[in-house]
């Protein structure tokens, strides 16, 4: 056996190990100590620098080396030079996986990790993949699975730096998930980059009537129309809006009067309209000049000329028709592209509304345990689960956050930036799926709401390469570290039965 290195002292959480001089320990990398009685699985969080020659004198042979060319050569160099890791426990792993507790044997030595220290652990009952299992920069053979009925409903945070592969590994999990009949998902894509118009993508999946895309540009043979009608927004769906609340109560004064008419009322209105008691005519003007961008509709003698996705004739039953694609299992990606933030948040706030509120319809009327988990997926979600949003008051969003777990109805919220989400929300996001952060402030915001005890991994996440990743989850037993497959035609590869059938690999149970 090779070993790559000895403990040699610290304590729990932050044991120290000599590194072996022809072994390259890395950061995040995995190591096993074999114990009579139990086997700990450690990683590695840091490496420094130890020496039996003092600091002065190293000092002093560094200069003789820079200054006047003199190699030194050290006797036993091996023996007075080397590496130092600090390692923490993971897991104990002995019949089965445990919370370590206990320190490894003093003097242990440490070894790689292999597929059979983890193979006695079995898939979960939904499985669902999310990459091989990564030591260091090193991938092992072993994919990692977890629950996906429960990782789903439970809402997924997937941060990280811009580039380090968030949209990569949003691409394979809705791949995996176009696979499974007990998940549908439905993606908002701003970037218009899922679908795969020119490129490889979702497009290209297996079966294509699985895929529905639908867009208010050119529409690909065999996809759908994106237009959705004004009389299916109410004024919730403007939740996420910063309006005052005499704008607010404009909004809602017009729906009370006016019913599935009122954006049509309030846009025609003139100062008789309204009595002054009952709201300020500033606040109207404001709301209407609003309504009219993020609508991009005008008006001309009473008429309203629609000129983006709302519009006043078409589009009655695109929202239904959605849903009844998402109650079958289906993949539904909405292309945002063209449109402004604003309004792509609008259309995601009603299309939101109303699959969580058709699954609390379910719900009471009992018929929801048929029903596929509804996964929604938002980029940049601190537009609408931001302190600042959520300061004004909440929104579909963060109540499904809250609450979607009960109804079958989860989130999976992409984002460089989690610290400007709210701790509680945070919380709430029971699978993290952290990839390389350079910003410390953002690493603390993460670490401060894992799953796991991810205190001592700062400098492994900061450390993260493209592709590479840290899963925390309520779902599984330890931060798993992960590799993600590049997402390209190889996916085709793999087969339906690899990513569904309980037994055709080991993977990481619960
Ligand atoms: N799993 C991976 N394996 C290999 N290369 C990868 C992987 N993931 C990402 N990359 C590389 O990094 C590039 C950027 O990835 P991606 O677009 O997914 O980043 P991102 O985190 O979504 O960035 P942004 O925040 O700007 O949207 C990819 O084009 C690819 O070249
Ligand atoms: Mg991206």
Not at 30 to 39: H, I, P, Q, R
Not at 416 to 425: A, D, G, H, M
Request: with cysteine; charged share 25%; glycine share 6%.
């Amino acid at each position: 056996m090779v070993f790559k290195a000895q403990i040699l002292g610290g304590r729990f959480g932050e044991i120290i190990a000599r590194q072996k001089s022809d072994s390259d320990l890395e950061i995040g990398e995995l190591l096993v100590d074999d114990n009579a009685e139990e086997k700990t699985l450690m990683q590695v969080v840091d490496l420094q620098y130890g020496s039996q020659i003092s600091m002065q004198n190293l000092e002093k042979i560094s200069g003789f080396n820079l200054e006047d060319d003199l190699q030194t050569e050290f006797f036993n160099n091996k023996n007075r030079n080397y590496k130092l890791a600090i390692l923490k426990n993971v897991l104990s792993i002995r019949a089965s996986p445990k919370s370590s507790k206990k320190l490894p044997e003093f003097f242990g030595k440490l070894r790689d990790v292999t597929k059979e220290d983890l193979s006695f652990l079995t898939k979960s009952d939904n499985p669902f993949f999310f990459g091989n299992l990564r030591s260091g920069t090193k991938t092992l053979d072993l994919p990692v699975f977890l629950d996906g009925s429960k990782v789903l409903s439970h809402h997924i945070l997937i941060t990280g730096t811009t580039g380090k592969g968030k949209s990569v590994l949003m691409k394979n999990l809705l791949w995996n998930a176009a696979s499974l009949d007990y998940c549908s998902m439905l993606v908002f894509d701003p970037h218009d980059e899922y679908f795969g118009r020119k490129e490889f993508g979702l497009k290209d999946f297996s079966d294509p009537n699985k895929i529905i895309y639908f867009t208010s540009r050119t529409v690909p043979p065999g996809q759908r129309t994106l237009k959705v009608n004004l009389k299916l927004l109410r004024p919730d769906h403007f939740d996420f809006l910063d309006l005052s609340s005499p704008q607010r109560q404009v909004m809602y004064l017009y729906y009370k009067k006016h019913k599935s008419e009122w954006i049509k009322a309030l846009l025609n209105s003139d100062s008789s309209d309204i009595s002054s008691n009952e709201v300020n005519e500033m606040s109207v003007s404001v709301v209407k000049r609003r309504l009219k961008l993020i609508l991009d509709i005008s008006v001309s003698d009473s008429n309203l000329i629609c000129s983006g996705v709302f519009d006043e004739t078409s589009g009655a039953t695109t929202i239904s028709d959605l849903i009844s694609f998402l109650e079958s299992g289906k993949l539904v990606i909405v292309d945002t592209s063209n449109f402004s933030g604003t309004t792509e948040l609008l259309l995601a706030s009603l299309i939101t509304s109303e699959v969580f509120h058709k699954y609390k319809d379910y719900n009471t009327k009992g018929l929801l345990n048929d029903k596929p988990v509804i996964s929604i997926v938002l980029e940049e979600a601190p537009r609408v689960l931001g302190k600042n949003v959520l300061d004004q008051g909440p929104n579909i969003f963060s109540t499904i956050a809250r609450e979607g777990r009960k109804f079958k109805t989860g989130l999976v919220a992409i984002t460089q930036l989690p610290s400007l989400i709210p701790k509680e929300i945070l919380a709430n996001m029971n699978t993290k799926i952290i990839m390389g952060t350079e910003m410390s402030s953002e690493r603390q915001a993460i670490i401060d709401s894992a799953s796991q005890d991810l205190s001592a991994d700062s400098r492994n996440i900061a450390s993260l390469d493209k592709g590479e990743a840290i899963i925390s989850s309520n779902f599984s037993r330890f931060a798993i570290p992960i590799k993600i497959p590049m997402f390209d035609e190889s996916i085709k590869k793999v087969s339906k039965s690899d990513l569904t059938s309980k037994n055709s690999f080991s993977g990481i149970k619960l």
